[in-house]
């Protein structure tokens, strides 16, 4: 297939426009690096065994020779690429974002026109105030916006929207001085309180003398574009962005950078807020105080401006006043500006720093500003103040309260979790396998690691016998069919032989064999086995899915959960636990908050190398779940490796 190329002459010029647009081309002399990353778009056919659209990995040279003889001359790729590579997930992710969790992150507000068109966000602090973005509102009268809040989807109502109208707009006296988008901060007051419940909460305000570390992850959400230029999301996005230091900040974008800013972002881009997003809230968490401020799954972040056009931009005598942060990037897309110019995505966010503003808000929002169960002081600053505990990444809370997040107190998520993690999206991890009853109940989890092969724990098929047990694969929910599923009868089941030996729960794995092997497709896939002597894993982010209990002894998760955690160091885990065996690995926080529970046995926890998700782990034991101090202990599957593919050869 050398020189597999040809040209197209079009019978007429195309029109060049927002989605019709010129690709660069590179220069004869140019080399790409080894290891770039770059992408392949495309329409193919996503049938007959195509595992994956555009899958990193998809088509390597691996399957060369297989392809070669299956496509024949014609070398329609997604047409019959064989068996798919383990490890990879498909991609189901938003400018660097996911979609939120229902209910996740109920302080979300959107600014919409009076015809229902949302155009910025906004920020419940109190039942009757909203912080939004000050170039969101300039000129606009009450009678000119709605505000809507618990909102999911974008349009759509599910039942928990409340629509509220608007009594006044309070634009900071400050906006746009000394320059550029300094003070970029408005507050909108409500007609009426809006009726805090499980899907409309406050955000709490940090104190005016707090700062927010550098490096600290911070959580974005809105309803803005999925890229620059793109289509808007159907539901809440979010994303984690890292805070980014002043002085960094200003070698991005120099004296733009006022003191009112705060900037976060990536240094190789990726993860932003975007057309849309304008006003929306940038959250952190405080585990000191236990006032939570947004703490949950990545945010989402919107396209920025990039330093090149950002000149050529203030080097335009009727533009040296913009500025670059991410409501303004939304009003230059807004206005076309950028259509046809390069934008480069690599740049630092630049955000309006609320704790400069906290004395502002006050006054404008008078004692009730914080307000906390019932507008009272709030305890701390008396006044109904922003107070709370602080710490060093000063975000206090909106009054008192520290405890369990109850109606009208402010920074709480509702819990959607599997002990500290959030709803997985749709096809997120297609190596999860639900380890069944034959009446269909979902006792344990597990993990594809070959079509016909399914590892899992020896405690959960201890004492089973083979026709005892059922295999789901494919499935989002705990009960239910959406058409993808595949469900299986099991061949037999094949405890390690060290089960319990030396002592307690050393050797804690199985394998299942299906007694047919499985389709693989996009939400069935294989997860990859590590070597068994790989990279160091110490302090590696790695992640755990499940169908368990949300928390110690509480409900079951009805649909997939995830939850992102740390690996412990084995000395460290030895501290928390005396009968620790070379056989296990642990995993979570020493403060707890994150971790499998009840129901997660035998599910996998996966760690990411290179873009391959590896299985390191499989849900073993702990001390309750997501306790302070004790941490999730796996079985090891590295240690485990030699017996798992003697035992998958032998049968």
């Given amino acids: 297939m050398a020189h597999d190329i040809a040209k197209i002459k079009l019978a007429k010029p195309a029109k060049i426009n927002k989605n019709v647009n010129l690709a660069s081309m590179p220069g004869s002399s140019r080399s790409v690096a080894d290891g770039k990353e770059c992408w392949v778009t495309g329409c193919s056919n996503l049938h007959r065994g195509c595992p994956y659209w555009a899958n990193k990995g998809y088509c390597n040279g691996k399957y060369v020779r297989f392809m070669s003889k ?244 203030w080097s335009n005598p009727g533009f040296r006043h913009l500025s670059c942060c991410s409501a303004q990037t939304s009003t230059l897309m807004q206005a076309n500006f950028c259509e046809d110019s390069a934008v480069n995505c690599a740049d630092y966010e630049s955000y309006c720093k609320v704790n400069n503003w906290v004395d502002y808000m006050k006054r404008n929002c008078k004692k009730t500003c914080g307000y906390c169960n019932g507008g009272g002081d709030g305890g701390g600053n008396g006044g109904g103040g922003n107070s709370g505990g602080g710490g060093g990444d000063g975000n206090g809370g909106n009054g008192g309260g520290g405890g369990g997040g109850g109606n009208g107190e402010c920074g709480y998520k509702p819990s959607a979790r599997i002990v500290g993690g959030t709803e997985a999206p749709k096809g997120a991890w297609p190596w999860q396998a639900q380890v069944r009853s034959r009446s269909g109940f979902t006792f344990c989890g597990g993990t594809l690691v070959s079509p016909q092969w399914v590892v899992t724990a020896a405690h959960c098929t201890s004492g089973k016998s083979s026709s005892s047990i059922r295999i789901r694969l494919g499935a989002h929910y705990r009960k239910g069919n959406e058409g993808h599923e595949q469900d299986f009868e099991v061949e037999r089941v094949i405890n390690h032989h060290s089960y319990k030996r030396p002592y307690g729960m050393a050797h804690d794995i199985s394998l299942l064999k299906l007694r047919r092997p499985a389709q693989i497709n996009r939400h069935v896939n294989l997860a990859c086995l590590p070597d068994s002597s790989g990279k160091d894993l110490d302090g590696k982010m790695c992640w755990v899915t499940g169908f368990g209990t949300l928390s110690s002894g509480g409900s079951l998760a009805q649909m997939l959960m995830q939850v992102d955690v740390p690996i412990v160091p084995q000395s460290q885990c030895k501290l928390a636990y005396n009968s620790i065996h070379d056989s296990m690995i642990c995993a979570g926080l020493s403060e707890g908050g994150k971790d499998s529970c009840q129901g997660d046995s035998g599910g996998p926890l996966v760690c990411e190398f290179n873009g391959k998700f590896f299985l390191e782990g499989v849900v073993s034991w702990g001390h309750g779940c997501a306790a302070p101090g004790k941490y999730g202990v796996y079985a090891r599957v590295r240690y485990l490796r030699q017996w798992i593919d003697s035992t998958m050869s032998s049968y």
Avoid at 169 to 174: D, E, K, Q
Avoid at 230 to 252: F, H, T
């Fill in 70 to 313: 299956n496509c024949k001359k014609s070398c329609n790729l997604c047409e019959s690429a064989g068996p798919a590579q383990c490890g990879y997930k498909p991609s189901v992710r938003i400018v660097g974002g996911t979609e939120a969790p229902h209910g996740a992150w109920p302080w979300q507000a959107q600014i919409m026109t009076n015809d229902g068109y949302p155009f910025c966000g906004g920020t419940l602090v109190h039942p009757q105030w909203v912080v939004t973005a000050a170039h969101c509102v300039p000129g606009k009268s009450p009678g000119d916006i709605r505000v809507r809040l618990g909102a999911h989807k974008r349009k759509q109502n599910v039942g928990t929207e409340q629509l509220m109208k608007i009594k006044k707009i309070i634009s900071h006296r400050s906006y746009r001085k000394p320059y550029g988008m300094a003070h970029d901060i408005a507050m909108i007051k409500l007609a009426k309180p809006a009726e805090i419940n499980k899907n409309v909460k406050l955000a709490c305000l940090p104190r005016s003398r707090g700062s927010v570390a550098d490096g600290k992850g911070c959580w974005v959400t809105g309803f803005g574009r999925l890229s620059s230029g793109g289509p808007s999301p159907d539901v809440l996005q979010q994303v984690k962005v890292p805070i980014v230091s002043d002085s960094k900040c200003r070698r991005a974008y120099g004296s733009l950078i006022h003191d009112s800013m705060i900037c976060a972002g990536l240094d190789k881009g990726g993860k932003d807020s975007c057309q849309g997003d304008s006003g929306g809230p940038m959250a952190t968490s405080n585990i000191k105080s236990k006032v939570k401020s947004p703490e949950a799954r990545p945010k989402y972040y919107g396209q920025r401006l990039g330093i090149n056009f950002v000149e050529e931009l």
